[in-house]
T-cell receptor, first 120, second 114 residues
Framework: AQKITQTQPGMFVQEKEAVTLDCTYDTSDQSYGLFWYKQPSSGEMIFLIYQGSYDEQNATEGRYSLNFQKARKSANLVISASQLGDSAMYFCAMREGEGAGGTSYGKLTFGQGTILTVHP | DGGITQSPKYLFRKEGQNVTLSCEQNLNHDAMYWYRQDPGQGLRLIYYSQIVNDFQKGDIAEGYSVSREKKESFPLTVTSAQKNPTAFYLC?????????????FGPGTRLTVL
């Protein structure tokens, strides 16, 4: 079974509008972490945002926010005020077995990714 | 500047040859990782290392080998036993014990087997 599911192979958004990229996950662990990465055409993976399973507040980092719904096991990425430079592949990832306070050596499991295209 | 370097950026090899991909980091990170990415796919973990002289297999370790003799370096060897080695290879590192700092990635090496 897929541990991370990104159901949108591709998304389009108009510049300056907001867009939501979906991510659902599957784990039996109580402690885990969720990550979003951006991969531009150059190939490098850029860390965007993190949400711990015990975090009560949704994570935010500038124009990025994570809509964390624990009961639904979803961790959607919201990008506000889209820019042309946001066009890229976006990956959701999970790290299981995290200790309290976020201590972990665990590996990341990635979803298949969503290609976001921002139109002018 | 601190970061992760991978070399070379593009690599071509003949079928049946072993090839070693370099990964160096000067971030003083404890843990290092190797991932493989196929076109249009997510990343899959090959090997990871939490400390020097220790490493663990990931999900797709067959046909690969690694070493971790120094904290800064984690080279990956793609052996002739790897059936389909053409892919994009990404190295990452992280500070063990602090999840919000996440894993930071190098620029990747694109390997093509001719």
């Amino acid at each position: 079974a897929q541990k991370i599911t990104q159901t949108q192979p591709g998304m389009f958004v108009q510049e300056k509008e907001a867009v939501t990229l979906d991510c659902t996950y599957d784990t039996s662990d109580q402690s885990y972490g969720l990550f979003w990465y951006k991969q531009p055409s150059s190939g490098e993976m850029i860390f965007l945002i993190y949400q711990g399973s015990y975090d009560e507040q949704n994570a935010t980092e500038g124009r990025y926010s994570l809509n964390f719904q624990k009961a639904r096991k979803s961790a959607n990425l919201v990008i506000s005020a889209s820019q042309l430079g946001d066009s890229a592949m976006y990956f959701c990832a999970m790290r299981e077995g995290e200790g309290a306070g976020g201590t972990s050596y665990g590996k990341l499991t990635f979803g298949q990714g969503t290609i976001l295209t921002v139109h002018p | 500047d601190g970061g992760i370097t991978q070399s070379p950026k593009y690599l071509f090899r003949k079928e049946g040859q072993n090839v070693t991909l370099s990964c160096e980091q000067n971030l003083n990170h404890d843990a290092m990782y190797w991932y493989r990415q196929d076109p249009g796919q997510g990343l899959r973990l090959i090997y990871y290392s939490q400390i020097v002289n220790d490493f663990q297999k990931g999900d797709i370790a067959e046909g690969y080998s690694v070493s971790r003799e120094k904290k800064e370096s984690f080279p990956l060897t793609v052996t002739s036993a790897q059936k389909n080695p053409t892919a994009f290879y990404l190295c990452a590192s992280s500070i063990a014990g602090r999840s919000p700092l996440a894993q930071y990635f190098g620029p990747g090496t694109r390997l093509t087997v001719l």
